[in-house]
């Protein structure tokens, strides 16, 4: 049962990346789709650490930092709707 399945999994998945275009597909391919799902919904490095089996918050730094907001883009953010909420209008960005 478990070949059976394991059978079908594959069919599956094969015929989604070739409708995909995508010439090879690894699950490990998975783990960069869902990183970059859970970033910028607002989960910390801990938390996306853990999802994904990392030994260390470090080795999730080197791979993903750059998905992460700095202080200054959640500062010009929040000046930018600070201003829309003071003059009452829509503020082009």
């Known amino acids: 049962m478990l070949a059976t399945a394991a059978a079908a999994a594959a069919r599956y998945v094969s015929t989604s990346r070739r409708a995909a275009g995508r010439e090879r597909f690894r699950l490990h391919d998975l783990r ?3 990183a970059p ?4 919904d607002g989960c910390d490095v801990v938390t996306v650490q853990r ?3 990392h030994a260390t918050a470090t ?3 080197n791979t993903y930092s750059h998905l992460w ?3 200054e883009d959640r500062t010009h953010a929040a000046a930018s709707h600070l201003a829309r909420a003071a003059l009452g209008e829509s503020l082009e960005r």
């Open 32 to 34: 960069h789709f869902y």
């Open 37 to 40: 799902g859970l970033i910028p």
């Open 69 to 71: 907001s700095t202080a």
């Open 59 to 61: 080795t999730t730094l």
């Open 51 to 53: 999802s994904l089996g």
